[in-house]
């Protein structure tokens, strides 16, 4: 297993028996140690993100490249899955939105629309090929906020007036 990160010393006792180190990289978003040089024993104190699972953090892997004036130093990140991989595991109701946008290719909210569809959680749909990414005009403004709070107010529970 390959660990690409930091470790950084955050204090130290005064003897220098105790260290408060953070540990962090790729796929661990940061443990926070207590390490005991005398005894080489490592106690984790706290952990950042500890929702956050090594299996749902891509892994990163360090590149380098070379440019006319030297080598660029670098990390890129391997997707592991995308959404529409992702579309069963999708509890809340989905608004999705795409315009005629190169960026971001209308076949993506395509597909994840179909995968939502054959997950059994349909998203509701909008779609103007006349946008790029964004929404341009008063209009396609108007409509693209109205379908949002259409969905908010569908989708979340109303407040209870206790007065």
Not at 85 to 102: S, Y
Request: hydrophobic residues 35%; charged residues 30%.
């Amino acid at each position: 297993m390959q660990f690409l990160g930091t470790t950084r010393v955050l204090g130290t006792t005064r003897d220098h028996r105790l260290t408060v180190a953070r540990i962090s990289g790729d796929r661990r978003p940061g443990d926070y140690t207590l390490v005991n040089l005398e005894t080489r024993k490592v106690e984790l104190l706290a952990q950042t993100r500890p929702e956050l699972t090594r299996e749902m953090l891509a892994p990163v892997s360090p590149v380098e490249v070379q440019v006319r004036d030297g080598t660029i130093y670098g990390h890129v990140t391997s997707p592991e899955r995308s959404p529409v991989n992702l579309a069963q595991r999708i509890k809340a109701q989905v608004l999705l939105m795409q315009g005629g946008d190169r960026r971001a290719p209308a076949e993506h909210a395509r597909r994840m629309r179909a995968a939502l569809e054959e997950a059994g959680n349909p998203a509701e749909w909008l779609y103007d090929v006349r946008q790029g990414h964004g929404a341009a005009g008063n209009e396609p403004r108007r409509e693209m906020c109205q379908r949002v709070l259409d969905c908010l107010a569908k989708n979340t529970a109303k407040r209870v007036d206790t007065t």
